[in-house]
């Protein structure tokens, strides 16, 4: 069993930045590789980022190049994402998972969801 909790949410303005984590706990949550996605209002989980348990890793959906970054701190079960200039359409309800498929990008390759954390950018 892996439990994820995610945290950072919150409310930021157009053009800000949000540091997103989610800590990973569980005996064999170094087996899974981590991945971020997105849910807005009336639209499909989105893909974000992944990365492997090692951090050595990385896979990131074409739109979200450039603003957004995956990584692992240092000696701490979590997996983060730092987001830049945000949007208003960067609002959406925000996941953490755990997952051993492939593709990365697909949520059916992910065995662990946690319960997320809501993201909301004001214009």
């Known amino acids: 069993q892996v439990q994820l909790v995610e945290s950072g949410g919150g409310l930021v303005q157009a053009g800000g930045s949000l540091r997103l984590s989610c800590t990973a706990s569980?005996?064999?949550?170094?087996?899974?590789?981590m991945g971020w996605f997105r849910q807005a209002p009336g639209k499909e989980r989105e893909f974000i980022a992944a990365?492997?348990?090692?951090?050595?890793?990385?896979h990131y959906a074409d739109s979200m190049k450039g603003r957004f970054t995956i990584f692992r701190p240092n000696a701490k079960n979590t997996v983060d994402l730092q987001m830049n200039s945000l949007k208003p359409e960067d609002t959406a309800v925000y996941y953490c998972a755990a997952g051993r498929l492939v593709p990365v990008v697909e949520t059916t390759s992910y065995e662990y969801w946690g319960q997320g954390t809501q993201v909301t950018v004001s214009s």
């Open positions: 569980g005996r064999t949550v170094s087996r899974y590789f």
């Open positions: 990365i492997s348990w090692s951090g050595t890793s990385t």
